[in-house]
């Protein structure tokens, strides 16, 4: 007789799920999850390896547990790029912006609290929820994927939420929220009762405007995640941050794990952030393609979502899943999100990126002939 995870005694509000994860397929052309195409620089990978060497020679030793020289570093990345003063107390990183999310979660949501979040949208915020024992709300966007401020104020003041996501840019549509919304949205929120409001900005390097950051001054349950995974191309060292009031970042500190951040995670990205120009200058050639991708998309007769990511959502499909398997055919992996008629894909190098729009192109003379 078979045994699987039904027969476990597992949560019932995780029965039934399905793991989070893109496809994982040997394809010349992987567009299909965010990654930034471009290796780390030679001499940003000699210097991580130089940090890292420092580091493994106290490796008996537990790590920085409150990582400040890392939190320090991220205060004045965010200081320098944004315009706004961050200090290492307004900053607490984790294990990717995932861990930074659970662990806002487990410190402001769990059992008996709920949280909301304006779908589609990044769909870990509520998987996390879940995972926490959060209950999870999904609030409205109009057609065009933009939130629906009236719906989403009345859907606040319903659920009365202790948690409020709000993604910008977002995944997977890379549509931006004007900073008006952000402060609607947090000004129902409080109304409501009390509630934490976190934006998050994975990709707001890509963004045609400026960072929310700026919001977080005189707004204590106000939070902005971030990531290194992004616009650092550093998928692989799963590193986020937050920035918020001092308070925010003693509280999560009541939920993290002893020495959560390894010496080899902070050397790394002491490293990274030692490059910043540099990496900041692949990040304008990837802007740079994910706005030749808008255009090209449109002019083979596609629908665009308007994009401030570093990805595109492109459509309409009578069969998304379709669509998507004949691209694949063609040696390109995108993302089926499950937008229905929608699908998602990713800036790359300008090969890539020439590969991929000569798929599409094929796939519309087909529908044409």
Known sequence: MSFGIDDLPVRDELRGKSPYGAPQLDVPVRLNTNENPYPLPEPLVERIAE?????????????DRDAVELRTKLAEYLTDTSG?????????????????IQQLLQTFGGPGRTAIGFEPSYSMHGLIARGTGTGWISGPRNDDFTIDLAAAEKAIAEHRPDVVFVTTPNNPTGTAVPAATVLALYEAAQAAKPSMVVV???????????????????????????????????????????????????????????????????????????????????????????????????????????????????GRFADAHEVWRKILERGVLVRDNGVPGWLRVTAGTPAENDAFLDAVRELKKEQSA
């Open 200 to 314: 998050d900005e994975a990709y707001i390097e890509f963004s045609h405007g400026g960072s929310l950051l700026p919001l977080i001054e005189g707004r204590p349950n106000l939070v902005v995640s971030r990531t290194m995974s992004k616009a650092f191309g550093a998928a692989g060292l799963r590193l986020g941050y937050l920035a918020a009031h001092p308070a925010v970042v003693d509280a999560v500190q009541l939920v993290r794990l002893p020495y959560h951040l390894s010496a080899v995670t902070q050397a790394t990205a002491l490293a990274a952030l030692e490059h910043t120009g540099t990496l900041l200058g692949y990040v304008e050639q990837l802007k740079s393609e994910r706005d030749r991708l808008v255009d090209e998309l449109r002019a083979i007769g596609y629908e665009v979502t308007a994009s401030d990511a570093n990805f595109v959502q492109f």
């Open 51 to 63: 940090r890292v060497r420092e580091a493994a020679r106290d490796l008996n030793r537990y790590p």
């Open 84 to 100: 706004h003063p961050v200090g290492p107390a307004n900053v607490w990183a984790a294990n990717g912006s995932n861990e930074v």
